[in-house]
């Protein structure tokens, strides 16, 4: 969480599996894609290779990606394991206002979501993004 | 009967405000009467009473979940609020229509829990006294009769009543199931 004059903020990562926009706090991520190369998914998957990965495209229900070659992976710190998360495109980073834009799931969704991780919904432009808590074994 | 080439706008919104007002002050209005907004599913009409009504939106964008149960149509950002969107027709078991000009979200209010409920068409809002009902539901599934209060008369048009609490206290709608 990021104090800024007053407000607090989440910094969250969005990328995308499928149809759909997912985010995680970027705290939670061991290392950000920060320039071209370290962004190309080659270099993300030949650079964590013996790393323990889960496909969120099963957590999400959907069937195999047709090709494995652009897909991008999301490097979590599970309480000093290292997780990867590959996922279909990575997005952008961006920060929230918590107060204003941050919201936990519906109770309806709470009650019913498969997927456990699953915690929260922020707007982003024009754009709701679905909150996963990747630290969290599901 | 319904008159909306471009949605419910304003007007449907307007004569709910009006309704509710009046609800709450019932000297004002004919005291056998309630007020119901009916809507269409498929080829059938509904009506639901004012007092769980919290607004009519014309389609709104709803942004998908992933592994959710499939009546949960997914997340949309009510007033600064996020609510689950379901598909009724899901939890009614009627088949999903190919083509709707005229859906909208019902958003309802059942204990505080606001949800938005898609439909094929807004119609009308209309009063309901007691020599219109009912109490025989439609439906002959014996699963589904919980969701109904009755059924009632609106012109030629045979409306089932919903009974709110009876849809989200249901199986259906708490099933992880589809």
Known sequence: ?138 | MPDFPNGPGKSILEQVRRAQQNHLAPDAINSHQQQYLTFRLNEEWYGLSVHHLVEVLPMPKITRVPSVPNHILGVMNFRGQVVSAIDLKKIFVLEQSLQTTDPAVVVVEHGEMRTGLLVDEIGDLIGLSPADWSEEPITTARAQRSFFEGTAHWGEILLSIIKLEGIFHSDALHSQRG
């Open chain 1, 1 to 138: 969480m990021v104090g800024t004059q007053g407000a607090t903020t989440l910094a969250i990562l969005t990328f995308w599996v499928g149809p759909f926009l997912l985010g995680v706090e970027a705290e939670q991520i061991v290392r950000l894609p920060s320039s071209p190369r370290e962004n190309s998914p080659t270099a993300d998957m030949v650079l964590f290779d013996s790393l323990p990965k889960l496909d969120l495209r099963t957590t999400c229900g959907l069937p195999p990606a047709p090709s494995e070659d652009r897909r991008q992976l999301l490097v979590i710190d599970r309480g000093g394991e290292q997780v990867g998360y590959k996922v279909d495109k990575i997005g952008d980073l961006i920060v929230v206002d918590m107060a204003r834009h941050v919201w936990k799931l519906p109770p309806l969704l709470e009650v019913q979501k498969r997927w456990q991780q699953l915690w929260g919904v922020c707007q982003w432009e024009d754009e709701l993004v679905l909150l996963g808590d990747l630290q969290y074994a599901d």
